[in-house]
């Protein structure tokens, strides 16, 4: 990041993906002073630190006005330029916090939940990711889109906001939905809901889509993947994986990939007729 200096044009600063990056690299280059440890040492430390406080405060006025646009039922068009050209690939970036800013979700309380051996520990999925998700999906209005094991319910939340269809999110974490829920209220979002369920024992007949950021493993995932099999048996559904689950989800015969299988990136299945077991 040598290419950013404290003298950087305004206009070039003020690009919320290059701000994300310039904000990044003042914390590498001139951290911030430990509480006791008073003020900045030198004067360019002082002209880091107001330079941070500017950009900040212009993220600020940004996501204050992402979550008005929300409010008022026109969140797709307000994202829509951070949304051109989004790459598959890569992992968290400028557009997590974008993310971020626009959800503005509390830190939950402390996890309550003791997690089996075959759970994962709780991540977002990678803003980019759910972006390319909500593009490969291309939601309608009667699609329900459930997020199993939505942990703090980016995937739910954004899809509420960039898509006319209804959004679920299915969490064991009590303190997660918490937040979630907090979250959705704030923004206005009503076709999104959040339950507090194991994903073993969850209610999937209203689902269309199903997403799974691998939030478990072994027989927990067997169970899971056997309830949506019982679904598909009933209508056509998807399967959306992210991560190592995808390879297993891969090896299910009633499942059709619809382009590359990769654990680096989103993959969408289609349900297909087999024959019973």
């Known amino acids: 990041m040598s290419h950013f200096n404290l003298r950087m044009p305004v206009e070039f600063r003020l690009r919320p993906w290059v701000r994300a990056e310039a904000l990044d690299w003042l914390e590498r280059m001139f951290p911030e002073p430990l509480p006791g440890e008073g003020t900045a040492h030198t004067e360019l430390d002082a002209r880091a630190q107001a330079l941070r406080q500017r950009l900040e405060a212009a ?37 997590d ?99 507090i369920a194991d994903a073993r024992a969850a209610d999937y007949t209203a689902g269309t889509v199903f997403y799974l950021y691998t939030p478990f493993r072994g027989a927990v995932l067997r169970d899971v993947l056997d309830a949506l099999r019982a679904q598909s048996r009933q209508r056509a559904i998807r399967i959306c994986t992210y991560g190592p689950c995808t390879t297993a989800v891969a090896r299910e015969e009633w499942l059709e990939p619809t382009g590359h299988v990769s654990t680096e990136r989103v993959v969408v299945f289609s349900s297909r007729n087999v024959p019973p077991d």
């Open 97 to 195: 916090a974008l993310l971020s800013g626009l959800l503005q979700l509390e830190p939950p309380a402390a996890p309550s939940v003791e997690l089996s051996a075959e759970m994962v520990f709780y991540q977002p999925t990678p803003a980019r990711h759910i972006f390319d998700l909500l593009r490969q999906l291309r939601l309608a209005p009667h699609d329900v889109l459930v997020d199993i094991g939505c942990g703090l319910g980016h995937v739910p939340l954004l899809a509420a906001i960039l898509t006319g269809a209804r959004s679920f999110g299915i969490e064991l974490e009590p303190a997660y939905v918490a937040s979630a829920r907090r979250a959705a209220d704030a923004l206005g979002l009503d076709r999104v809901r959040f339950d």
């Open 59 to 95: 993220d600020a006025r940004l996501f204050q006005a992402l979550r008005g646009a929300v409010l008022q039922g026109r969140g797709a068009d307000s994202l829509a330029p951070w949304l051109d050209d989004v790459p598959a690939g890569g992992a968290y970036d400028h557009l």
